[in-house]
């Protein structure tokens, strides 16, 4: 079946510092990826998605790449904020007909201080 | 643009007493979802639809129950409510496609007591 890992957090960093959060999948056929974030008390929003292999995905400074060969798809940013502090997800959909469904991994929170 | 709306936004409940969490959307999505998120865990996906009158499980569906009557209403039901319910539920909607992203709700806190 389809899984999702991510790098296990809580993440902290200093304001300007570069972030990177690791995601690998394992599904069968080509999947889509999506990053989502969350904010304290709220909901899940798309940051980014890429819809296959090489694509590059970005959003607000962050970036990822759809790495079919490493089945990667790290989320990275150049230079964090503390507003950037939320709980990141990874997350694929795969392929074919009936395909709805999202598995997300397990969520890396992320601290930026000042 | 109201999107994903779930409604209420905080709940107690005592153990066996029933409720219905509501979730519409405005965005024509066939496929609909509940999730719970508890910490450690990620989003758990409890009950889905991807039509009008169409609705099957998930990965944790024991305890709820669900219908979907129109396109824009998924409600998810607590039979009788459990401890073990306590969690903050998120309904989703989305395309039927695989490129599509997931539009989630604001969620609703549930604390079973």
Same mark, same amino acid.
Request: glycine fraction near 10%; hydrophobic fraction near 30%.
């Given at each position: 079946?389809?899984?999702?890992?991510?790098?296990?957090?809580?993440?902290?960093?200093?304001?300007?510092?570069?972030?990177?959060?690791?995601?690998?999948?394992?599904?069968?056929?080509?999947?889509?990826?999506?990053?989502?974030?969350?904010?304290?008390?709220?909901?899940?929003?798309?940051?980014?998605?890429?819809?296959?292999?090489?694509?590059?995905? !970005?959003?607000?400074? /962050?970036? *990822?790449?759809?790495?079919?060969?490493?089945? %990667?798809?790290? @989320?990275?940013? +150049?230079?964090?904020?503390?507003?950037? !502090?939320?709980?990141? /997800?990874? *997350?694929?959909?795969?392929?074919?007909?009936? %395909?709805?469904? @999202?598995?997300? +991994?397990?969520?890396?929170?992320?601290?930026?201080?000042? | 643009?109201?999107?994903?709306?779930?409604?209420?936004?905080?709940?107690?409940?005592?153990?066996?007493?029933?409720?219905?969490?509501?979730?519409?959307?405005?965005?024509?999505?066939?496929?609909?979802?509940?999730?719970?998120?508890?910490?450690?865990?990620?989003?758990?996906?409890?009950?889905?639809?991807?039509?009008?009158?169409?609705?099957?499980?998930?990965?944790?569906?024991?305890?709820?129950?669900?219908?979907?009557?129109?396109?824009?209403?998924?409600?998810?039901?607590?039979?009788?409510?459990?401890?073990?319910?306590?969690?903050?539920?998120?309904?989703?909607?989305?395309?039927?496609?695989?490129?599509?992203?997931?539009?989630?709700?604001?969620?609703?806190?549930?604390?079973?007591?």
């Amino acid at each position: 079946g389809n899984s999702v890992t991510q790098m296990e957090g809580p993440v902290t960093l200093s304001e300007e510092a570069f972030l990177t959060i690791n995601c690998t999948y394992t599904a069968t056929g080509y999947p889509s990826l999506f990053w989502y974030v969350q904010y304290p008390g709220e909901g899940l929003q798309l940051l980014l998605k890429a819809t296959k292999a090489d694509d590059k995905g !970005s959003n607000k400074g /962050f970036e *990822a790449t759809y790495r079919k060969e490493t089945t %990667s798809f790290h @989320l990275e940013k +150049g230079s964090v904020q503390v507003s950037d !502090s939320a709980v990141y /997800f990874c *997350a694929l959909k795969n392929s074919g007909a009936g %395909s709805y469904q @999202l598995t997300f +991994g397990k969520g890396t929170k992320l601290s930026v201080i000042p | 643009n109201a999107g994903v709306t779930q409604t209420p936004k905080f709940q107690v409940l005592k153990t066996g007493q029933s409720m219905t969490l509501q979730c519409a959307q405005d965005m024509n999505h066939e496929y609909m979802s509940w999730y719970r998120q508890d910490p450690g865990m990620g989003l758990r996906l409890i009950h889905y639809s991807v039509g009008a009158g169409i609705t099957d499980q998930g990965e944790v569906p024991n305890g709820y129950n669900v219908s979907r009557s129109t396109t824009e209403d998924f409600p998810l039901r607590l039979l009788s409510a459990a401890p073990s319910q306590t969690s903050v539920y998120f309904c989703a909607s989305s395309d039927p496609d695989s490129f599509s992203p997931l539009h989630f709700g604001n969620g609703t806190r549930l604390t079973v007591t």
